[in-house]
């Protein structure tokens, strides 16, 4: 299984990103895709998951600004991230993780893509 998450950098105040995660090695649609983030000195925490029929689910803090999607396009799959009006307060380390259907936990994690957002 690998998820190889990409997208991150530097963007300013209010402005947009989009986070992509490269998932292989399992059954895509039978796995429910999400994204968390770490920043410094805070607890990871879950940003926005989607499952394989696409419910998709929302932390308070980005309700709004942040939308989850899920592609599978010539063999590819891909879970992206579409982050607008940003904030100093989602800078962090993002990654993507896998949860398979009927479990509890997200037990297949990606390496961690990091963005800063400038105030």
């Known amino acids: 299984v690998q998820l190889q998450a990409s997208g991150g950098g530097l963007v300013q105040r209010g402005g947009s990103l989009r986070l992509s995660c490269a998932v292989s090695g399992l059954i895509f649609e039978d796995h429910a895709i999400g994204w968390f983030r770490q920043a410094p000195g805070k607890q990871r925490e879950l940003v926005a998951s989607i499952t394989g029929g696409s419910i998709t689910n929302y932390a308070a803090s980005v309700k709004g600004r942040f939308t989850i999607s899920r592609h599978n396009a010539n063999d590819k799959n891909t879970v992206d991230l579409q982050m607008n009006s940003l904030k100093p307060d989602d800078t962090a380390v993002y990654y993507c993780?896998?949860?398979?259907?009927?479990?509890?936990?997200?037990?297949?994690w990606g390496q961690g893509t990091e963005f800063t957002v400038s105030s």
């Open positions: 993780a896998a949860r398979q259907w009927g479990t509890s936990d997200f037990t297949s």
